[in-house]
């Protein structure tokens, strides 16, 4: 790879990001529908620049998939590079130093939405790709780009495409760089990620709103309903009151307990820099990081019911609803936690209210055998780079397409370029530019190293 391309091409890349994030491609929303058609068409304007052989938008109910293909090299491994477009919604806006879309540069580091998740690390693998093309556009390796646009509001587009046409999943490698460092200086591999079941609670305990006045103290308010509800299904000690849920979970080995003993984990920086509060939660007779990679979570997303409007307004809510979402681990397949869910919510519930669970979303937790050769290149790229190999972790996040990444048999790369305060889904998100410039470097050797050179 030329040494030099990043040095030398440094400051057009960074406006090409710039242009790149500035588009709000948030697709859980709907008036944002053309916003992620828009950063798609950007994409694919840069594979067709690079001169990659095939460039498609593959269309589905929702937003769409950009696929492109290097000119074909015969004889040498394909890797597959997956990422995302779409981002999360930006609120609460006001937290915002500077607008999530107009990316701004504070002290080396690129604020705004989805500079970490993921559009900056689609990117970089972009430009690692670009970095490694001969006089001829042609890389030493097959590499073809699945990038999808629903990856934060759990879409169907990607699950039908991999169910319809398994064969886009063959590869020597699939690359994901979706992920953090595990400190400043320490790249990480991940060894599992945690699935989701994503719902809606909502309660009616009466049929319209009543006045405080004159029925209060005697008819059931759907609100506080809700939140004893919530509360049953979680203790004040972390412990998921869901029945076989811990029973089921496959606890991690020794070794890897072990392993994670010896990371440089500093639980009051974690607090301070990461968590930004005044003391950590959760089960405490487990470590912080038993809690975030090999646990089970329960949490409270919204709470919508009643009057919340400027003012006073003396009501008794008919009807409220929760959004909640449980992280899965290793043990703990979506279909039955979203039934065990759906069970409990319904026997907790008092007899005067109605309670219904929509279950959104979800995918399985996954575990990634790393022993394969590719990991191996990838450790190696990282040394040589960055001075530091990969370190072994698991993530507390989900990216459910890994699933079907997995059936395929395909070795999976999960890794990335993030640092831990770079502020995933919360105001200020951003990306080190150093990060981003190592990073090139980092990927654009391992695409050659998997090539042999």
């Known amino acids: 790879m030329d040494q030099n391309f990043v040095t030398r091409e440094r400051d057009r890349m960074l406006k090409e990001l710039v242009e790149f994030l500035a588009i709000p491609s948030i697709s859980t929303l709907p008036n944002h529908a053309q916003d992620c ?19 498609e938008l593959l269309e589905g109910e929702g937003h769409p998939i950009v696929w492109a293909e290097s000119p074909v090299i015969e004889g040498a491994p394909t890797v597959l590079v997956y990422g995302h477009y779409d981002v999360q919604p930006v609120d609460p806006i006001n937290e915002w130093k500077t607008p999530p879309f107009e990316p701004t540069i504070r002290d080396g580091r690129l604020y705004a939405r989805g500079a970490a998740d ?33 990856e934060e509001c759990g879409g169907h587009v990607i699950s039908d495409l991999l169910d319809r046409e398994p064969e886009r999943a063959q590869a020597d490698a699939i690359l994901i760089c979706d992920m ?40 059931p308010n759907a609100m506080e309903t809700l939140v004893r ?22 606890k991690p080995s020794k070794a890897e307990l072990k392993g994670w003993a010896d990371l440089p984990f500093d639980e009051k920086r974690f607090l301070k820099e990461e ?78 209210a109605e309670v219904e669970v929509r279950i959104l979303h979800g995918g399985d937790p996954v575990q990634v055998d790393v022993s394969h050769p ?58 080190d530019l150093q990060q981003l410039w190592d990073g090139i470097t980092v990927f654009g050797r391992f695409f050659e190293k998997m090539g042999g050179k």
């Not at 058609?37 to 460039?55: E, S, T, Y």
């Not at 990991?375 to 190999?389: H, Y």
């Not at 459910?400 to 990335?416: C, D, E, N, R």
């Open 118 to 150: 993921d559009k900056g690390q689609v990117y970089c693998l972009v430009k690692a790709y670009e970095a490694i093309l001969d006089q001829g556009k042609r890389p030493p390796i097959n590499i073809r780009f699945l990038i999808e646009g629903e």
């Open 37 to 55: 058609r828009k950063a798609a068409g950007w994409l694919m304007d840069q594979f067709r620049r690079l001169g990659c052989a095939k460039v």
């Open 229 to 250: 509800l919530l509360a049953d299904l979680k203790s004040r000690s972390g412990k998921i009151n869901l029945p076989k849920l811990y029973k089921s979970v496959k």
């Open 374 to 431: 590719s990991f191996q290149v990838l450790d190696e790229a990282f040394k040589e780079t960055v001075g530091r190999g990969t370190v072994p972790v698991r993530a507390g996040g989900s990216i459910p397409v890994v699933t079907q990444f997995a059936k395929s048999g395909s070795p999976v790369i999960l890794t990335g370029i993030g640092l831990p305060d770079d502020g995933l889904h919360s105001p200020n998100e951003k990306l």
């Open 275 to 352: 968590v930004t509060g005044k003391a950590l939660t959760g089960i405490q007779k487990v470590s912080v990081l038993e809690r975030t990679w090999a646990l089970p979570t329960f949490e409270i997303h919204g709470i919508k019911g009643g009057f919340v409007g400027d003012g006073a307004k003396t009501v008794i809510p008919a009807a409220a609803m929760a959004k909640v979402s449980l992280r899965l681990v290793p043990g703990l397949p979506f279909a039955k936690v979203a039934r065990w869910l759906t069970k409990t919510a319904k026997r907790l519930a008092p007899k005067h």
């Open 180 to 219: 953090a460092y595990f400190d400043v200086g320490w790249p990480a591999v991940y060894t599992a990620l945690r699935g989701l079941c994503y719902a809606e609670l909502h309660v009616r305990t009466l049929e319209r709103d009543l006045h405080s006045g004159t029925y209060g103290g005697a008819a």
